[in-house]
């Protein structure tokens, strides 16, 4: 009876032709390398700051140095690296915010909602108000030593100092200020000012403070709303008036403008009336100077013609004029004497004809 045999091949693992027990070491070398590099190594972002904490030996403590982006190697258990933002952080006093948090919103890590800050006015009444705080990390080694840890300076520093210096400074204003864009400003920049020499000392720099809303309670504002409309119809009226007084102040410029004009009119019509009449007068004066002057020359010429004829001689003249006018007369010869005969100069023979 023929019996057979199975082999069982037991699989070895090689590296580039290593046997298996070189390449396991290889492999547990780079792993510890890995390892170790990234227990030993600390990774700084460019918008973080480091400070270097060492727990033992001669120079424990927390150092003064500050170090910037990039690696650096922190032993494990000897020293620790702690990490601070650089950037600008914002402290978002809104309710609305908290609200959404609560509902599982998600800010990134530099934006933090508080709760908004219910003051009482110097008058006595409620105002709920929406700030908006902007400030950064200037020391972290103050920060860190004075403080604490992580961003515990968020709520023990910021959150509670912008809580009491706002309600300070922003409960002096008067209901109506904070309808008053001026005066809310400069209250929230006094508030900044303030902020930023208590926080100082702290390591932290306030940039800005920004009132972002405000509400009063139902009672005042319906108040309020009522007296601001009772403001604008005062403001409306005196605008008004102002008005009428400018239109009639319009209408008596106008009324003068267009007096002064017919005034100015008629004069210069009357100038001009004057003007024709005056030419009137010249023209009439001159045609009678040239009719005159030709009277006398013909008076001149009459004259002197008489006195022409009665010189010697002039009977000689008045034959060349006779002569003259009787160019071209036909001659007819009549009887003067007899039966039929004419005598020219018997006028009264001759109207008898007649």
């Not at 090689?14 to 990774?43: E, H, M, N, R, Y």
């Not at 690696?71 to 000897?78: D, E, F, I, K, R």
């Not at 080694?141 to 300070?168: M, N, P, W």
């Not at 007369?329 to 109207?351: F, H, K, R, W, Y």
């Amino acid at each position: 009876m023929a019996t057979s045999t199975t082999r069982l091949r037991v699989p070895t693992f090689a590296i580039a032709g290593l046997p298996f027990g070189i390449a396991a070491v290889v492999l547990f070398t780079l792993f510890a390398v890995v390892l170790g590099w990234f227990t030993t190594t600390v990774q700084i972002a460019p918008d973080e700051f480091g400070v270097r904490q060492v727990y033992l030996g001669p120079g424990k403590g927390v150092q003064r140095e500050i170090y910037g982006p990039g690696t650096h190697v922190v032993l494990p258990g000897y020293e620790r690296m702690h990490l601070f933002p650089r950037d600008l952080q914002i402290l978002d006093i809104n309710d609305e915010e908290v609200a959404w948090v609560k509902q599982g919103g998600v800010f990134p890590e530099d934006y933090v909602v508080a709760p908004s800050i219910r003051i009482q006015t110097s008058e006595g009444y409620q105002v709920q108000v929406d700030v908006t705080v902007i400030y950064r990390v200037i020391d972290p080694y103050t920060v860190l030593t004075k403080v604490g840890s992580g961003r515990i300076y968020e709520t023990k520093i910021v959150q509670r100092g912008a809580d009491q210096i706002l309600r300070q400074y922003l409960g002096r204003l008067d209901a109506e200020d904070f309808y008053n864009e001026t005066r809310r400003i400069a209250a929230a920049e006094a508030a900044r000012k303030q902020m930023q020499a208590e926080m100082s000392q702290w390591g932290v720099q306030v940039w800005g403070v920004l009132v972002r809303g405000y509400a009063y309670d139902e009672r005042y504002q319906a108040a309020i709303e009522q007296r601001k409309i009772q403001d604008q119809n005062v403001f409306k009226n005196q605008a008004e008036a102002i008005s009428a007084s400018r239109e009639a102040e319009k209408n008596r410029v106008i009324a003068e403008g267009q007096a002064r004009i017919a005034v100015e009119g008629e004069r210069g019509r009357a100038e001009v009336r004057k003007i024709d009449a005056d030419a009137d007068l010249y023209f009439r004066q001159r045609v009678a100077e040239g009719q005159l002057k030709v009277r006398l020359a013909e008076a001149e010429g009459t004259r002197l013609e008489n006195t022409a004829l009665e010189q010697a001689g002039a009977s000689n003249i008045v034959g060349l004029e006779m002569a003259k006018a009787l160019s071209g007369t036909q001659v007819i010869v009549l009887p003067t004497s007899g039966p039929g005969a004419v005598n020219p100069l018997d006028l009264e023979s001759m109207l008898r004809g007649w």
